[in-house]
């Protein structure tokens, strides 16, 4: 891992699930959870990105942010690079965070807004397996990016005849296997010249990885990792969430919205284990990562 102190990661420490991390920058972010968990209106995110701004360095290397419930705040740290070239987006995530809310902005749909901010050429998301893209739930896509070319879902097992009906079959790629889907990608980006932000949510690896609170995939770390090396055009940033954590939410609407979502209860018992693994996980992750950023 680099050495260099302007690129040393960086803990938004939100929820308290983040491990310890070498030479990470911590902020103390305890009072943004209520506000920003699982979802947010658009002028708190906008507070969120002003907080963000006044309190990172220029450069600094892999943020992480806590539970997956928090993936929404990529959309800040990738507003905020502003590059002079076109960047693509590679999303490691076993959902694919484009789905419609009517609310501002929650954890599974920024992808859109990440997709439409001018210098990002294009989001790829990658380890797909859940039924958020099949045909029961083809209507809660956003279609605008997947029509205009400027996302593609990378899944496994998934039924997205659908796609073909409605014209947008380019924009989904199917597999058996993750080796096939981590195949396929990395023979892609040998035709790549646009650097990448990368932004992993770690429910996108199976269980036995990484327990999260959410449902799982099927990637392990290898196939990551893989993934990883593939961005040999170098990486502008990146994020990682999807710490196993849980929150008793003040508000109703956000108990109620999480209900819906059939987030998985935290066995306390089995808390600590699954947070050791989660730590060594990140380890990994940040080593690779470190590698490849600019």
């Known amino acids: 891992m680099t050495s260099d102190h302007a690129l040393r990661p960086v803990v ?18 305890h009072e943004w959870q209520e506000t920003l968990r699982f979802a947010c209106s658009g002028a708190a995110m906008r507070r969120f990105g002003s907080a963000l701004d006044r ?34 987006v590679v999303v490691l995530d076993n959902h694919p965070d484009n789905m419609r809310f009517p609310f501002g902005v929650h954890c599974g749909s ?18 797909i397996t859940s039924s958020d893209i099949g045909g029961g ?12 070319g400027r996302l593609s ?14 014209g947008i079959a380019r924009a989904f790629r199917g597999f058996d296997t993750p080796e096939a889907l981590v195949d396929a990608f990395v023979e892609y980006q040998r035709t790549q010249r646009r650097p990448v932000y990368l932004t992993i949510d770690k429910d996108v690896f199976a269980p036995e990885v990484a327990q ?22 170098g990486l502008v940033g990146s994020d990682v969430n999807g710490e196993v954590s849980h ?23 089995r808390l600590a284990g699954w947070q050791a693994q989660q730590h060594a996980l990140n380890l990994h992750l940040l080593e690779a990562i470190a590698a490849r950023a600019g």
Do not use: C
Not at 12 to 29: F, H, K, M, N, Q
Not at 252 to 269: F, G, M, N, V, Y
């Open 12 to 29: 938004l420490d939100i929820d308290r699930s983040t491990g310890e991390l070498p030479d990470a920058l911590v902020l103390p972010l």
């Open 55 to 88: 309190l990172l360095p220029a450069r600094h290397g892999t943020v992480f942010m806590g539970s997956g419930d928090f993936h929404h705040l990529s959309w800040p740290l990738i507003e905020r690079l502003r590059p002079s070239t076109p960047i693509q």
């Open 110 to 127: 920024w992808v859109r807004r990440v997709a439409a901010l001018p210098f990002v050429e294009h989001v790829h998301v990658l380890g």
């Open 137 to 148: 739930h083809a209507w809660e896509n956003y279609l605008t990016p997947l029509l205009r």
């Open 153 to 166: 879902y990378w899944s496994m097992g998934v039924d997205t005849g659908w796609a073909k009906r409605l």
């Open 212 to 233: 999260t609170n959410w449902d799982q995939g099927r990637l392990l770390l290898p196939h990551a990792l893989a993934v990883i090396e593939s961005l040999r055009q």
């Open 247 to 269: 929150y008793q939410y003040a508000t109703w609407w956000k108990r109620r919205l999480s209900a819906l979502d059939e987030q998985p209860e935290i066995d306390p018992a």
